[in-house]
């Protein structure tokens, strides 16, 4: 069966040092992974998207990579403050529009 | 940026009664919706995909009776939770596609969710 496993232990940081968050995937083949990012009590929030033939992709303090060899994702923040403290969700799609398949998520917290 | 609003973003109700959680894209236009359910410290579980004007898919093991969902227009899907008991006590959240957006754009525009508790 599909499975799309996240590191459920959260992750505490130090503010400035950069968060690396991992998605791993087993039986899926994804033509899209997907970011989100979710606070307490409301919905996700989109973050990032890469595709199946990109390795990499940026967006401001923001980075995703991609290894559909590995079957992994891995998410970094760099520079991290204390703003960034929230629960980081991966998510697969076989095609453009598709449904979402998630992670279970990773919550980050970043110390002052 | 594309919004999406649900309502209520808090519910409480009885044991046996029905609820109805609305899900409204507001800028925008959304063949395709999509429902799921959120258990504390879990992940989404997609429980069904709402198609305008046609009958909702749902996943496997979410009862089609119990969950009944209505998308009657472009830009409203409801979910009505029908003899609620207190195992369906969750955090639901929709989401929208939106209409005549292509490969470059397929990020999912998210309600608020909705959180109910039943007593």
């Known amino acids: 069966s599909q499975k799309i496993e996240q590191n459920s232990e959260a992750l505490n940081i130090q503010e400035g040092k950069t968060a690396t968050l991992t998605c791993n995937y087993t039986?899926?083949?994804?033509?899209?992974l997907q970011w989100y990012r979710q606070d307490p009590g409301r919905g996700p929030v989109f973050l990032l998207l890469?595709?199946?033939?990109?390795k990499e992709k940026r967006k401001e303090r923001l980075k995703v990579t991609f290894d559909t060899t590995l079957k992994q994702s891995l998410f970094h923040i760099t520079a991290s403050q204390p703003a960034d403290s929230a629960t980081y969700l991966c998510a697969l799609a076989k095609a453009a529009g598709n449904k979402l398949t998630f992670g279970g998520g990773t919550r980050v917290l970043v110390k002052p | 940026g594309a919004v999406v609003s649900q309502h209520p973003s808090r519910v409480i109700c009885k044991s046996g009664t029905s609820v109805k959680i609305e899900c409204r894209s507001l800028d925008f236009q959304a063949t395709t919706m999509f429902w799921y359910r959120q258990f504390p410290k879990q992940s989404l579980m997609l429980m069904a995909t709402?198609?305008?004007?046609?009958?909702?898919?749902?996943e496997q093991g979410v009862e089609k009776d119990k969950f009944l969902i209505n998308h009657a227009s472009l830009t409203l899907s409801t979910l009505t939770v029908t003899s609620a008991h207190p195992e369906d006590s969750s955090f639901y959240i929709c989401s929208a596609d939106r209409l005549g957006q292509g490969p470059e754009n397929t990020e999912a525009f998210f309600g608020q969710g909705t959180r109910l508790t039943v007593v």
């Open positions: 709402s198609n305008e004007g046609s009958k909702a898919t749902y």
């Open positions: 039986n899926y083949s994804p033509a899209y």
């Open positions: 890469i595709r199946e033939n990109e």
